[in-house]
């Protein structure tokens, strides 16, 4: 089975021809090629590409470039504007975009995001991809309780929580309780119309490589969702100040807490499923 990161995102340096919105903690570029040179050296076969929302907001043009080039590698995400009255507009012309697979909303409590699960706009977004049969990618770290009203309030949608729904550090060291709101995540199990990215899990450990204290609490959650709703991922290039994309991949290849079965499907089998894609190489 191919291994898929559930969520990566590439893109270009800092230039007027592609400015960026705002100057993240990340690596001056990592572009379409860079990010598949690095999937090639670990042995990653494809990834979802999420259109970076803090430095291109909800223009995914870049991301529509570096599939087009990399057709096989990388299938695409893109943010969008709850703010927006014709977002439903936008997600229909979306999914005729070649290797478009879904789209994003990010409801956390962070400045210039949107924290409120009754805002109506999130309503005309979930009804879109709905109609449009696309998944929801969905942040609510730090803001699970408004996430699962959310989800309770669309079952005919399909959702896909980003990052485990735990706030995660974009520098090191990682937080004194870490997994804090792990018992909210496997409440939030019960919903079936979700799934759950565990994806950027490396960067809570309180331990060097190979990160060894993750594996008991992961354990919990792959007991609760269920390991075909569990989809391995990187969180590359957000995650890049606290581990690099090998020690992000390895710890999963190589990990003895997991079955093989369990691992094909942790890493490539439920990302296939929820997003109904899979990489070709070649």
């Given at each position: 089975?191919?291994?898929?990161?559930?969520?990566?995102h590439?893109?270009?340096a800092n230039?007027?021809?592609?400015?960026?919105?705002?100057?993240?903690?990340?690596?001056?570029h990592?572009?379409?090629?860079?990010?598949?040179?690095?999937?090639?050296?670990v042995?990653?076969?494809?990834?979802?590409?999420?259109?970076?929302?803090?430095?291109?907001?909800?223009?995914?043009?870049?991301?529509?470039?570096?599939?087009?080039k990399?057709p096989?590698?990388?299938?695409?995400?893109?943010?969008?504007?709850?703010?927006?009255?014709?977002?439903?507009?936008v997600?229909?012309?979306?999914?005729?975009?070649?290797?478009?697979?879904?789209?994003?909303?990010?409801?956390?409590?962070?400045p210039?995001?949107?924290?409120d699960?009754?805002?109506?706009?999130?309503?005309?977004?979930?009804k879109?991809?709905a109609?449009?049969?696309?998944?929801?990618n969905?942040?609510?770290?730090?803001?699970?309780?408004a996430?699962?009203?959310?989800?309770?309030r669309?079952?005919?949608?399909r959702?896909?929580?980003?990052?485990?729904?735990i706030l995660?550090?974009?520098?090191?060291p990682a937080?004194?309780?870490?997994?804090?709101?792990?018992?909210?995540?496997?409440?939030?199990?019960?919903?079936?119309?979700?799934?759950?990215?565990?994806?950027?899990?490396?960067?809570?450990?309180?331990?060097?490589?190979?990160?060894?204290?993750?594996?008991?609490?992961?354990?919990?959650?792959?007991?609760?969702?269920g390991?075909?709703?569990?989809?391995?991922?990187?969180?590359w290039?957000?995650?890049?100040?606290?581990?690099?994309?090998?020690?992000?991949?390895?710890?999963?290849?190589?990990?003895k807490?997991?079955?093989?079965?369990?691992?094909?499907?942790?890493?490539?089998?439920?990302?296939a499923?929820?997003?109904?894609?899979?990489?070709k190489?070649?």
């Open positions: 089975m191919p291994i898929i990161d559930s969520q990566v590439a893109y270009e230039t007027p021809k592609r400015p960026w919105h705002s100057v993240p903690n990340w690596p001056p990592v572009t379409g090629d860079e990010m598949v040179a690095a999937m090639d050296k042995g990653v076969d494809g990834a979802i590409f999420i259109s970076a929302f803090s430095l291109y907001q909800f223009d995914a043009s870049y991301a529509v470039e570096v599939q087009k990399h096989g590698r990388m299938a695409i995400v893109k943010p969008v504007d709850a703010n927006d009255p014709a977002v439903a507009d997600i229909a012309e979306w999914k005729k975009v070649p290797g478009a697979v879904g789209v994003r909303i990010m409801l956390t409590k962070e210039g995001r949107l924290s699960a009754a805002h109506p706009g999130l309503d005309r977004i979930l879109a991809a109609k449009n049969n696309f998944p929801v969905m942040l609510c770290w730090d803001n699970v309780d996430g699962m009203a959310l989800i309770d669309h079952p005919d949608t959702f896909i929580i980003d990052h485990l729904a995660q550090p974009r520098t090191p937080p004194a309780q870490p997994w804090a709101d792990l018992p909210k995540v496997l409440q939030l199990a019960k919903r079936k119309n979700a799934v759950i990215k565990v994806s950027g899990a490396c960067t809570l450990s309180k331990e060097p490589y190979p990160f060894n204290d993750i594996w008991d609490p992961l354990a919990r959650v792959f007991d609760a969702w390991m075909d709703r569990c989809l391995w991922g990187t969180d290039t957000r995650a890049a100040a606290v581990v690099n994309y090998e020690q992000a991949v390895r710890p999963f290849v190589e990990t807490r997991i079955s093989d079965s369990d691992r094909a499907m942790l890493m490539g089998g439920a990302c499923k929820a997003y109904n894609w899979s990489p190489k070649g």
